[in-house]
């Protein structure tokens, strides 16, 4: 018992201490099976101590015999994974804003919650915020009302970031911003400056071997409405072509707003490209996937594709079909796979729940997605029909949010 008292639990973490009853071992037991954030979470050994405050001897020989009772499983030689679904999380209610279902990103996003949520018995609310700062605040307050215990929200306009981070302060209702950080919140997502450089660094490095170096043009399409934060993809990644390509500093950077809208980004493109009676060969960077396949197709229309390479962020399903047209010059994509984002996002919601100490931001680790990789790491695509792939690239598929109350 000494040495299970050695080792006191984080604060702000109840105690047995002087609880009549209360079976110390039990209750470290408990600590350790409230550790796992869900069932398909791996920890090892000094992650379960760093989340109870149990020492390391305490917390093996406890481990040991939740495993042989079966609530714990071990994995490999160092890793372990719960077996026993938390019965707390039937107890929790949780409100999720899309960005838009118009996205198959945001859809991606939205089936990985709503799945994760499934899983962990808890009632997931699903309301869609289609890139509308009105329907933001409405959404939020239809949360309020509903009196959920933590809310995921998803949206991506900066001018409602201060209100909308009060209304939910105000409501004493715990929120986790996807994307785009807001004040107050945990935010969960890409590391922007960080995907821009891997974007960047990647297509200097195929501009020398395929241009030799030779840069006419840098045009950046922007999403002002979000602001600086995810802007800083595109900061990045003219910084790392700029270091895989020296020489390039008095190349034109020029900067056009496109929307987030593969449209809306074609049109954007269009209208540039005719004010210009010569153009060369010109490095594409999108805020996301739609915008730079948007601005490919107005190069392509100009009869102008052989003179561009584009990189976008995301990797979501138009990217992919994009990256696999013969010729294309979508060059690759910085993959954030948002299929997965519900197995990371329900553990850290579960988390806050329970009073776990959860870090401020949560970064998705990137991946170039390239045509040369791009089927190892999405090998299920080639069993979408060719008219599917053909409704994404125009964005008129519309996602089914199954089990889910969908406003």
């Known amino acids: 018992m000494d040495e299970e008292r050695a080792s006191e639990p984080p604060a702000g973490d109840s105690t047995p201490a002087n609880k009549p009853y209360v079976v110390e071992a039990v209750w470290r037991a408990c600590d350790i099976i409230e550790a796992f954030g ?6 090892r050994l000094r992650d379960i101590t760093a989340r109870t405050g149990i020492n390391k001897t305490t917390a093996f020989r406890t481990l040991m015999t939740l495993a042989e009772r079966g609530f714990v499983e071990r994995v490999g030689a160092h890793l372990y994974r719960l077996r026993l679904k938390s019965v707390r999380a039937k107890q929790f209610r949780i409100g999720y804003c899309s960005l838009s279902s118009k996205s198959s990103y945001s859809r991606d996003v939205t089936q990985s919650i709503v799945r994760a ?9 699903v309301l869609d915020n289609r890139f509308n700062p009105k329907l933001v605040l409405r959404n939020a307050r239809i949360l309020i009302d509903e009196k959920v215990d ?9 001018r409602v970031i201060a209100e909308l981070a009060d209304l939910y302060l105000d409501a004493n209702i715990p929120m986790i911003a996807v994307h785009v950080p807001h004040p ?6 890409p590391d922007n400056y960080r995907g821009g450089l891997l974007a960047g660094r990647y297509i200097g490095k195929l501009t020398k071997l395929q241009w030799e170096g030779q840069v006419d043009q840098i045009l950046l399409l922007e999403y002002p409405k979000a602001g600086l934060f995810p802007r800083s993809r595109l900061t990045g990644a003219v910084v790392g072509l700029k270091e895989a390509v020296p020489g390039l500093e008095n190349t034109p950077v020029a900067v056009l707003n496109g929307y987030a809208d593969y449209e809306r980004s074609l049109v954007s493109v269009r209208k540039f490209l005719r004010r210009r009676k010569a153009l060369g060969r010109t490095i594409i960077v999108g805020i996301d996937d739609p915008t730079a396949i948007g601005a490919l197709r107005a190069f392509e229309e100009a009869g102008l594709a052989r003179n561009c390479a584009a990189i976008g962020f995301g990797c979501s399903y138009e990217a992919r079909a994009e990256m696999r047209r013969h010729s294309s010059r979508l060059l690759a994509s910085v993959g954030y796979f948002p299929e997965r984002y519900g197995e990371q996002l329900i553990p850290l919601a579960i988390r806050l729940l329970t009073n776990k100490p959860v870090p401020p931001a949560t970064f998705v680790n990137p991946s170039l997605i390239t045509p040369q990789n791009v089927d190892h790491y999405y090998p299920n695509d080639v069993l979408r029909s060719e008219a599917e792939i053909t409704n994404l690239l125009l964005g008129g598929t519309v996602f089914e949010e199954k089990k889910a109350r969908v406003r």
């Open 38 to 43: 869900s069932q398909e979470e791996l920890l």
């Open 117 to 125: 949520a499934e899983q962990e018995n808890i009632e997931i609310h």
């Open 150 to 158: 933590l809310v995921i929200e998803h949206q991506a306009d900066e």
């Open 184 to 189: 107050g919140a945990s935010y969960f997502g």
